[in-house]
């Protein structure tokens, strides 16, 4: 073991704060033995160490239309595009349904800054599926949130309580990177870090939950993604708000910014995975969940990293359009999750989107139709 590895394990063991030159030096470590066996022992301290749990969910995704033109994005259309479209309400329930029969209950609802809908539009959508169906509602980005915003000309605070009072359970943190030199290179026209975080912050005064997600892998560097880390790490110390910190590999395919980055750039390695999952257990030391990626990183590496400090397995995505649309697609059926947490030594527990553990789900769950994991076309333009 070489003189940083004790300094650091003497730290983890200690009960210590890694500092983000511990965290850099980790990030450029090829032992991967010593960061499984270090963060797995971080993971036992802090999470079940006997279970690994999963979620039974879909994706909804409301509208495609965004003018945003983030350059990594590969699922959006611009207002006025013949492939634009906004889900009625009534096909929103329908597919609200199906997930409660297969056994489900999170809607991972998402879209794009469809500059025609306003507050009301949400608060509507919210509270018809709340009236129709016992779903858990973990939705919106910050950048959508901060549209709404905008456009119903209300303060963040304000447009976080509606959306809530109407029944929004809990933020999806997606954030990217929380360093602005990567923002202005990748999604110049989303909000500044600064601005992530205030949403974040008055989320979780508000009561509403969120996670923190990376995406990693495009223009950053090791040192912005340790930046990030550390920046989600000082804002749970003051709010404890965030349930779980989930890192995903960029997907370039059909990307603006693949294009961008040319012949040179090379994506992200399962090391590289291996490596962000275990040090975001080490260094988010604030933060119980480290959630496994398996729809960028596939089932078989999501299950590797269950022992780099990794304790859950995310949803079932019975729906999923937004990384698809990058050429990424796997879709899992629960008994295939539940094999691959029982493959690697820990008991499945179901949870729901606060992470409170559920009964197993009925046998006719397991087997979900397959029809139900067919990715919807658009039904109506925008
Ligand atoms: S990532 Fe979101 S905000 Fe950016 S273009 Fe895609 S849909 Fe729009």
Redesign the pocket.
Not at 72 to 76: D, G, I, K, P
Not at 110 to 113: K, P, S, Y
């Given at each position: 073991m070489s003189g940083f590895q004790s300094d650091i394990e003497r730290k983890v063991l200690a009960g210590e704060r890694l500092t983000g030159e511990d965290a850099v030096a980790l990030l450029k470590s090829h032992d991967l033995n010593f960061l499984a066996a270090l963060a797995d022992w971080k993971r036992k301290q802090v999470t079940d160490p006997a279970r690994v749990t999963y979620n039974i969910g879909r994706n909804i995704n409301y509208t495609?239309v965004?003018?945003?033109?983030?350059k990594?994005?590969?699922?959006?259309r611009k207002p006025g595009d013949d492939e634009g479209y906004v889900l009625p309400v009534e096909t929103v329930l329908e597919k609200c349904g199906e997930l409660v029969r297969a056994g489900g209950r999170e809607v991972l609802l998402?879209?794009?800054?469809h500059p025609k809908l306003k507050i009301e539009w949400y608060e509507d959508l919210l509270r018809a599926m709340k009236a129709a169906w016992p779903v858990d509602i973990h939705g919106f980005?910050s950048?959508?949130i901060n549209?709404i915003a905008h456009i119903s000309r209300l303060s963040l605070e304000e447009t976080l309580r509606r959306l809530r009072d109407a029944g929004l359970d809990s933020i999806p943190g997606?954030a990217?990177m929380i360093v602005d030199s990567v923002r202005d290179a990748i999604?110049p026209?989303?909000e500044k870090s600064e601005r992530w975080t205030e949403l974040m912050r008055t989320a979780h005064r508000l009561g509403i939950p969120t996670t923190a997600t990376m995406m990693y892998g495009s223009v950053d560097t090791i040192e912005d993604r340790v930046e990030h880390m550390l920046r989600v790490r000082a804002l749970q110390d003051e709010t404890g708000g965030f349930k779980a910190f989930i890192p995903w590999s960029f997907a370039p395919e059909g990307t603006e910014l693949q294009a961008e980055l040319g012949p040179g750039w090379k994506p992200a390695t399962s090391f590289d995975y291996l490596r962000i999952a275990a040090v975001a257990r080490l260094v988010l030391d604030n933060i119980p969940h480290i959630q496994a990626s398996w729809v960028t990183q596939g089932p078989r590496i999501a299950q590797i990293a269950l022992k780099f400090g990794v304790d859950d397995f995310g949803s079932t995505m019975m729906e999923e359009n937004?990384v698809s649309s990058t050429g990424v697609s796997f879709l899992m059926p629960i008994a295939e999750i539940q094999r691959i947490i029982r493959d690697a030594g820990y008991v499945p527990q179901l949870r729901d989107t606060q992470y409170r553990p559920l009964p197993d789900p009925p046998d006719e769950a397991v087997l979900l139709d397959p029809q139900l994991l067919k990715i919807q076309p658009p039904v109506e333009r925008a």
């Open positions: 495609n965004c003018w945003v033109r983030c990594f994005c590969a699922f959006y998402q879209g794009g800054l980005s950048t959508e549209y997606a990217e999604a026209f989303k937004v």
